[in-house]
């Protein structure tokens, strides 16, 4: 059977060595640098940040996407075949609706926002999940300095021990120099194992739990001794771009 990849803005997700949010955690100040998370799709965003997500399909089915950690605003998602983005904002309603999950239409796009205040690593994925392990995958890296030398609970540490995932360092679990990018995994596996799926779900659920257990209080502080960038009323336009899967 072929591996079919497919791809936002011609990157395919891969799975790496070492759990994005141990790489967040243990990398210090390098963990603004998308580098150092290897070929998981990573987006930097800034603590506060309104994030906007356009997501462009240009494949000739609909896709639903899924984010995790947040609700996000749906402002706009027209039909089937409308094409791209038009790069302009325009009569978006003042209430819009709020959902974790939006199918964006076949050769059509969708227009996302939502406020960076929820620090974490969080998955950006078609909820399709043989789409998930074709790649169909980006990861939003949210206020990193919020992360750095964020603590684990002992049975995560002793649950990726047990499995032999190393828990710090870069993408391939290099401690000494994070932008060494010797071991990163760049070729994605050869069959379909349903494994990738396994370890996004194990991460998933792990965020989820410290998501829950934060009062709506803490939500607005960050942990890290770094100053946020002072870049509160920006708007970040985060063009994704679907593409159709090819055989590799
Ligand atoms: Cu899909």
Redesign the pocket.
């Known amino acids: 059977m072929p591996w079919y990849s ?1 791809y936002f803005n011609n990157v395919t997700y891969i799975n790496q060595k070492v759990p994005t949010l141990y790489t967040a955690a243990t990398t210090g100040e390098f963990n603004t640098n998308p580098i150092v998370y290897g070929e998981v799709n990573p987006f930097i965003v800034n603590y506060g940040d309104l994030v906007q997500i356009v997501v462009n399909n240009i ?1 000739a ?5 899924h984010l995790h950690g947040h609700h996000f605003q749906v402002l706009d998602r027209p039909r089937s075949g409308t094409g791209n983005w038009p790069h302009r904002d325009v009569n978006y309603a003042s209430t819009p609706v709020k959902r974790d999950t939006v199918t964006v239409m076949a050769n059509s796009f969708a227009v996302l926002r939502f406020r960076a205040d929820n620090p974490g690593t969080w998955l950006f994925h ?3 999940e ?3 392990e ?1 790649g ?1 995958t980006a990861t939003i890296i949210e206020a990193p300095e919020c992360l750095e030398g964020l603590t684990f609970p002992a049975d995560h540490i002793a649950a990726c021990q047990k499995a032999g995932i190393p828990y710090q360092g870069n993408a391939a679990g290099n401690t000494q120099n994070p932008l060494d990018t010797t071991g990163f995994i760049t070729v994605p596996p050869t069959d379909y194992t349903g494994l990738v799926l396994l370890c996004l779900l194990s991460l998933s659920l792990s965020q989820t739990g410290t998501n829950q257990s934060r009062s709506p209080q803490s939500q607005l502080c960050c942990p890290s001794q770094r100053p946020p960038p002072a870049s509160c009323s920006k708007v970040n336009v985060v063009n994704w771009m ?1 593409r159709t899967w090819t055989t590799r």
């Open positions: 497919a494949d089915a609909a896709h639903p996407f078609c909820h399709i043989w789409h998930v074709m169909l679907i």
